[in-house]
Every structure is written in structure tokens, then in C-alpha cells.
């Protein structure tokens, strides 16, 4: 059983930044693929930034490309989300969630892909 806790969240203006981060435990971090999910309230969940457990890949939706960056510290089994220039319709709960050793990139962009999920942690842009 893999426990994930977001941490991070929190008020910022348009513009701004946030770090997050995704501390996981219970199981051997190397071997799990990371991403960043958000959900905005009345929207569905959707992908935001992802990291396979080899390599060194990262993948991200095109509305955030160029100024989220994901990265992984494995000594530290945390994964974070660096996000700069954010937008108000930004605003949502940003959950990190994690995969076995998958081999095709293509899980990584699919929740349903995903066997494990933080709590989430709210992110709130003001304008």
C-alpha cells in the first residue's frame, strides 16, 4: 500500500508561483511513475504533469507547458510540481498520483492508469 500527501497548496494572485509537493511512503518509490492530476470545481479530473519511474521524460498537457516543471528527488520519495505564471482558471485541487512501472507513456496522461492518489491539496488563484 502506497500512502501519498500533497503539500503546497494555497493562495497566490495571478502571475504567481507555487511549489508542490508529493511525499510518498509504503512502497519502493523507484519502481512508481508520478503525476499530477487538478480538478476544478463542476470539472473533471485532468492531467497535468507526469514523470516515469525511468528515464528522464517528463510529460505535460499542453496548457502548462513551458511553465510547470516536474522533477523527483527518489532519496527523498518526493515528486514536485513547480508552477510559475499561474492563471486564474487554474485554480482547482492538484492531486499526485502513482503507477508501477509502466512502460508506455501513454498511462501516464490516464487516471484510470493510476493505482494510488494523495488527498489533494488546493491551489487558488486570485485575478
Known amino acids: 500500500q502506497v500512502q501519498l500527501v500533497e503539500s503546497g497548496g494555497g493562495l497566490v494572485q495571478a502571475g504567481g508561483s507555487l511549489r508542490l509537493s508529493c511525499a510518498a511512503s509504503?512502497?519502493?518509490?523507484?519502481?512508481?511513475?508520478m503525476g499530477w492530476f487538478r480538478q476544478g470545481v463542476g470539472e473533471e479530473r485532468e492531467f497535468v504533469a507526469a514523470i516515469p519511474w525511468i528515464g528522464k521524460a517528463t510529460y505535460y498537457a499542453d496548457s502548462v507547458k513551458g511553465r510547470f516543471t516536474i522533477s523527483r528527488d527518489n532519496a527523498k520519495s518526493t515528486v514536485y510540481l513547480q508552477m510559475n505564471s499561474l492563471k486564474p482558471e487554474e485554480t482547482a485541487v492538484y492531486y499526485c498520483?502513482?503507477?508501477?512501472?509502466?512502460?508506455?507513456?501513454?498511462?501516464?496522461?490516464?487516471?484510470?492508469?493510476?493505482?494510488?492518489w494523495g488527498q489533494g491539496t488546493q491551489v487558488t488563484v486570485s485575478s
Open positions: 498520483g502513482s503507477q508501477k512501472r509502466s512502460y508506455d507513456s501513454a498511462n501516464y496522461y490516464d487516471e484510470r492508469q493510476y493505482d494510488y
Open positions: 509504503g512502497g519502493s518509490f523507484t519502481s512508481y511513475g
